[in-house]
C-alpha cells in the first residue's frame, strides 16, 4: 500500500467538490432544451429511471474503483484499472480517463471564459436598451474574434486566457485548493439559482406584452412537469434521458476515480456517491427546470421557446429577460445567472485538470506546480483553434468526440471491466465496505446485468442512429426489409462528414461550396489534434510502464 501524497480536508468538502465536478453547465444549459425538446414532463420520466439503473450504478462503480486504485498509490485511471484487472492492454482503456479531460477543458473552458465576460459586460451595462435580436447578434459578435465588443481586440481570446491562468493557478494548489473553490462556490451557486428560480416561479403573466401576450411563466413548468405519456414509448426519449445523465453526472470522465484515489481506504464511498448523485439532481431537476424555461415562457410565450429552444439560450435571451425587470434588477440578475454558471463551470473544469496532475506525479514524479501549468498550457494549444476557429466548427468536433462519444466509450468499457473482469463480488465488496447506507442488494445485480446493457445499446444507438432520430420508423423498415437508413448524426456517418458532404452535393453557389470544403478541413485538423492526444497520452502510459516494469512495480 502507498502513503496518499494529497488528501481532502472533510467530508463535507469531498462532497461539495464532488458535487461541483459532476454540477456543470449542463445542468442549467442543456437539461432544459433537452426537456423541452423530448416531449417536457414525458423526458422527466425515463431520464429518473435511467438516474437509477444507469447513474447511480456509474457512480458506485467510479467511486468503488478510484478509492480502490488509490490504495496502491494511483490517483488516475491508466493505472487504477491497472491494479483492478491484470492485463498489459487493459491499462489503455484508462487512457481515456486522462483524454477525455484534456479535451473537455479544451473547450469547455471557453464557455466559462463566456460567464466571465457576461458577468463583466453586465456590470458595465452593455446590454442595457437592446433587444432581443441584438443580444442575439452580441453572442455573434463575441465568437467572431474578428469583432469586438468592448474595443478590445480579440476580446474572446483575452478572457479565455484569463480563465484558463485562474483554473491553473487553483489547480497548482491542489485538493486543497479545489476543495476551497467547492465550499464557496457550491453554496454561492446554490444561493443564485435559488433566487433566480423565485423569479421563475413568481413571474406568473406579468411578463406578457403586446407582441406576447400570452405570456405565462407557469406554462413553461406546466410543460416541463406535465408528462405526455405517448412520449414515453418513442426510445429516442430514452436515448435522449440516457445521454443527458452522462452530461449531469460527469461519469465517464475520469474525474470521479481521481478524485476518490485521495479517499482512505475505510471511508465510506456508497454514501458519498448517492449524496453527490441526488445533489446533482436537485440543482438539474429543480433548479435546472426553474429558471431559462419559465422566464422566457413568462415574456416570450411556451410557443417561442418551443420553437427557439437551444443552449444559446442563456447568453442570446435570458440578458434581454433580465433588463426587462429595471436596471438595478437587470445587474443583480444577470450577476446571480452568469455567476452562477461561472461557478458551475469552474468546479467542473478544476476537476478535469486532476487526473493528468495525479498520473505525471504518480508515475513521473511532477510537482503540483508543475502539473498544474503543463495542464494549462496543453489546454491553451489545444483550446485556441475552438476560440479562433468556433465558427468553423472546431469546438462542436471537440464536443461531438470528446464530449460525447468518449464518455460512453469509456463508461461502458469500465463497467464491463469492473462487472465481469475485477468481477461483481470482489466489485460489491469494495462498494460496500465502510459504507455509512446499507446499499440496496437488487444493484448488485442492476450493475452487472442491467447498467452494462444499457451502455452498450446507447453505444450501438449512437453508431447506428436513424435517419430522423425516428427508432420507431427504422425497426418497421428494418424488420419489413428496406434496411436501416443511418442518420448524418451517427458515428459512422460523421466519420465521413456525411452532413456537410450532402450539403456540397446541393449547393451551386461556388462560393458556398469552397465554404464548405474549407470546414471539411478545419474539422479534420480537429480530429487530428484530437488523435494526436489520444497518442500522446497512450505513449506516456506505455513509458510509464517501462518505468515501472525497471522498478519492479509493473503488473505485468
Avoid at 35 to 53: H, K, R, T
Avoid at 245 to 270: N, Q, R
Avoid at 354 to 366: A, I, K, L, S
Avoid at 372 to 380: K, R, V
Wanted: net charge neutral; hydrophobic share 50%; charged share 15%.
Amino acid at each position: 500500500m502507498s502513503v496518499k501524497v494529497d488528501s481532502w480536508g472533510s467530508r463535507v468538502g469531498l462532497i461539495l467538490a464532488m458535487a461541483g465536478n459532476a454540477v456543470g453547465l449542463g445542468n442549467f444549459l442543456r437539461f432544459p432544451v433537452q426537456a423541452i425538446e423530448n416531449g417536457g414532463g414525458a423526458f422527466i420520466i425515463p431520464y429518473l429511471i435511467c438516474f437509477l439503473v444507469m447513474g447511480i450504478p456509474l457512480l458506485f462503480i467510479e467511486w468503488s474503483s478510484g478509492r480502490y486504485g488509490g490504495k496502491f498509490g494511483n490517483h488516475s485511471t491508466p493505472y487504477i484499472l491497472d491494479s483492478m484487472v491484470k492485463g498489459r492492454l487493459l491499462k489503455y482503456i484508462g487512457v481515456f480517463g486522462i483524454f477525455t479531460n484534456i479535451a473537455i477543458a479544451s473547450y469547455y473552458c471557453y464557455i466559462e471564459s463566456w460567464t466571465m465576460s457576461y458577468v463583466y459586460h453586465t456590470l458595465i451595462g452593455t446590454f442595457n436598451g437592446m433587444s432581443q435580436a441584438n443580444v442575439a447578434g452580441f453572442f455573434d459578435s463575441y465568437t467572431d474574434i474578428s469583432h469586438s465588443t468592448t474595443g478590445l481586440p480579440y476580446e474572446a481570446v483575452i478572457f479565455y486566457v484569463i480563465c484558463l491562468i485562474l483554473n491553473t493557478f487553483i489547480l497548482s494548489k491542489g485538493i486543497k485548493g479545489i476543495e476551497k473553490v467547492a465550499k464557496v462556490g457550491m453554496p454561492l451557486l446554490i444561493l443564485f439559482g435559488v433566487l433566480l428560480a423565485v423569479r421563475g416561479l413568481t413571474l406568473g403573466t406579468s411578463g406578457a406584452s403586446e407582441i406576447f401576450p400570452d405570456a405565462n411563466a407557469w406554462d413553461g413548468l406546466n410543460f416541463l412537469w406535465t408528462p405526455q405519456y405517448d412520449s414515453i414509448l418513442d426510445l429516442k426519449v430514452w436515448m435522449a434521458a440516457a445521454g443527458q445523465i452522462f452530461f449531469t453526472l460527469s461519469v465517464g470522465m475520469g474525474t470521479i476515480h481521481c478524485y476518490a484515489a485521495y479517499i482512505d481506504e475505510k471511508d465510506d464511498i456508497a454514501l458519498n456517491a448517492v449524496s453527490t448523485g441526488f445533489m446533482n439532481e436537485f440543482v438539474e431537476v429543480v433548479l435546472g427546470s426553474l429558471i431559462v424555461i419559465p422566464i422566457a415562457a413568462g415574456y416570450l410565450g411556451l410557443d417561442w421557446v418551443i420553437e427557439n429552444a437551444g443552449f444559446g439560450m442563456a447568453f442570446q435571451t435570458m440578458p434581454f429577460l433580465f433588463e426587462q425587470w429595471g436596471s438595478t434588477l437587470a445587474v443583480v440578475a444577470g450577476v446571480c445567472w452568469f455567476g452562477l454558471l461561472f461557478f458551475a463551470g469552474i468546479t467542473s473544469s478544476l476537476a478535469m485538470g486532476t487526473p493528468w496532475m495525479g498520473f505525471m506525479r504518480d508515475e513521473f514524479g511532477w510537482s503540483k506546480n508543475k502539473g498544474a501549468w503543463s495542464f494549462g498550457a496543453m489546454i491553451l494549444v489545444l483550446g485556441l483553434p475552438t476560440v479562433i476557429f468556433f465558427k468553423e466548427g472546431v469546438f462542436d468536433e471537440y464536443d461531438y468526440w470528446a464530449g460525447t462519444v468518449s464518455l460512453v466509450v469509456f463508461a461502458m468499457f469500465e463497467t464491463i471491466l469492473f462487472s465481469w473482469i475485477f468481477g461483481m463480488d470482489k466489485g460489491w465488496r469494495e462498494i460496500t465496505s465502510g459504507a455509512d447506507i446499507k446499499v440496496p442488494n437488487i444493484y448488485k445485480f442492476i450493475i452487472k446485468f442491467v447498467t452494462p446493457v444499457l451502455l452498450i445499446i446507447i453505444f450501438l444507438g449512437s453508431l447506428f442512429k436513424p435517419l430522423g432520430n425516428n427508432w420507431s420508423g427504422n425497426v418497421s423498415s428494418f424488420f419489413s426489409g428496406n434496411g436501416w437508413p443511418l442518420d448524418n448524426g451517427s458515428i459512422i456517418k460523421m466519420l465521413t462528414h456525411a452532413g456537410i458532404r450532402d450539403q456540397i452535393a446541393l449547393a451551386t453557389d461556388p462560393a458556398i461550396i469552397e465554404q464548405l470544403q474549407d470546414k471539411i478541413l478545419y474539422l479534420n485538423f480537429a480530429r487530428l489534434m484530437l488523435v494526436g492526444l489520444f497518442m500522446f497520452i497512450s505513449s506516456l502510459v506505455y513509458f510509464a510502464f517501462l518505468k515501472r516494469r525497471r522498478e519492479g512495480r509493473a503488473t505485468v
